[in-house]
């Protein structure tokens, strides 16, 4: 009696050996897909520290946003009140020399 072997015909033409390499791959691929609650805690850590990093950072800007334009606010104001002051003297001083008119030296 012998006995007959039939290939099926998904592993023909295929060796032993490339089928262990296919079936490392396989288990080496799940174990990355297996995290475990350390790995996943820390992810979830590393997520919210960036998180709060970005919320930092966002209010920062509002922050500095708004005090840049305080700043140019308060230098306007004070560019305006320099020109008015500049203007009152100026008025004043004409307002001086014409009440007070000197004679012309010949």
């Given at each position: 009696?012998?006995?007959?072997?039939?290939?099926?015909?998904?592993?023909?033409?295929?060796?032993?050996?490339?089928?262990?390499?296919?079936?490392?791959?396989?288990?080496?691929?799940?174990?990355?897909?297996?995290q475990?609650?350390?790995?996943?805690?820390?992810?979830?850590?590393?997520?919210?520290?960036?998180?709060?990093?970005m919320?930092?950072?966002?209010?920062?800007?509002?922050?500095?946003?708004?005090?840049?334009?305080?700043?140019?606010?308060?230098r306007?104001?004070?560019?305006?009140?320099?020109?008015?002051?500049?203007?009152?003297?100026?008025?004043?001083k004409?307002?001086?020399?014409?009440?007070?008119?000197?004679?012309?030296?010949?």
């Amino acid at each position: 009696m012998q006995a007959i072997v039939e290939s099926s015909s998904s592993t023909s033409g295929v060796s032993l050996v490339a089928i262990q390499e296919l079936q490392r791959e396989e288990n080496a691929s799940s174990r990355k897909d297996k995290q475990s609650l350390r790995d996943i805690q820390e992810e979830e850590q590393a997520r919210q520290v960036e998180a709060d990093f970005m919320k930092w950072w966002s209010a920062e800007e509002e922050r500095v946003k708004a005090e840049g334009e305080a700043l140019a606010y308060f230098r306007d104001a004070r560019q305006k009140k320099s020109k008015h002051q500049a203007d009152s003297r100026r008025k004043a001083k004409m307002k001086s020399s014409m009440s007070h008119p000197t004679a012309p030296s010949s």
